[in-house]
């Protein structure tokens, strides 16, 4: 059974950066496209960005375009998210999702294949 497990968040003044990876812990990562969400207290799960199984197509929420870089390294069978100039409405627990559909798919569903447990990213201002 596919796991995936997020590492990476903390506590962070805003302006900083942060990367966050997620390990796939099957041998079909590179058949997976990879996605990124946040939940923030209170809110619904929001996508932040996706990335084709190949890493040549990625797609970003406008909440991350120009401050985030979704990546990932099929020989360490890992995705990341680098996030740049940190905001405090950033604060949330970011989860990563694996699924065999387009990217497409993955920025505007939410009943995705496989979830992580999520790592917590706060943001203070």
Not at 8 to 14: C, D
Not at 44 to 50: G, I, K, M, T
Not at 60 to 79: E, H, L, M, P
Request: with cysteine; proline share 2%; charged share 20%.
């Amino acid at each position: 059974q596919v796991q995936l497990v997020e590492s990476g968040g903390g506590l962070v003044q805003a302006g900083g950066s942060l990367r966050l990876s997620c390990a796939h812990s099957g041998r079909t990562f590179s058949s997976y496209a990879m996605g990124w969400f946040r939940q923030a207290p209170g809110k619904e799960r929001e996508f932040v960005a996706a990335i084709s199984w190949n890493g040549d197509n990625t797609v970003y929420a406008d909440s991350a375009k120009g401050r985030f870089t979704i990546s990932r390294d099929n020989a360490k069978n890992t995705v990341y998210l680098q996030m740049n100039s940190l905001k405090s409405e950033d604060t949330a627990v970011y989860y990563c999702a694996a699924d065999p559909r387009t990217i497409v798919i993955i920025s505007t569903i939410r009943d995705l294949e496989v979830w992580g447990q999520g790592t917590l990213v706060t943001v203070s201002s």
